[in-house]
């Protein structure tokens, strides 16, 4: 079966920058929308960003709109996040998953990996 496990997080200044990948293993990267989600201490599992198959369409929480962008490589199952302007608010621990619309629709989340923003 396939996993995704998410990398790439850490500590970062606020106004600074971080990126994250999202690596299939055991299978093709899916066909299907694939997502970035975010848990901070204490709040709700909350939609980050999404992109289709294609990689034409993209959808982004307010939040992180302008700041975040979200990018694909089916070739070598990758899914990316680059995470610009970073602010303390951000700090999370991020997983990936795919999606239909903003909603997480894949059987088994991944390890995820932690970005710390300090100000």
């Known amino acids: 079966q396939v996993q995704l496990v998410e990398s790439g997080g850490g500590l970062a200044q606020a106004g600074g920058s971080l990126s994250l990948s999202c690596a299939a293993s055991g299978g093709a990267f899916p066909r299907n929308t694939m997502g970035w989600f975010r848990q901070a201490p204490g709040k709700e599992r909350e939609f980050v960003a999404a992109?289709?198959?294609?990689?034409?369409?993209?959808d982004y929480a307010d939040s992180v709109k302008g700041r975040f962008t979200i990018s694909r490589d089916n070739a070598r199952n990758t899914l990316f996040l680059r995470m610009n302007s970073l602010k303390p608010e951000d700090t999370a621990v991020y997983y990936c998953?795919?999606?239909?619309?903003?909603?997480?629709?894949?059987?088994?989340w991944g390890q995820g990996t932690q970005v710390t923003v300090s100000s």
């Open positions: 998953n795919t999606v239909v619309g903003r909603t997480p629709v894949g059987n088994y």
């Open positions: 992109i289709s198959w294609s990689g034409f369409t993209t």
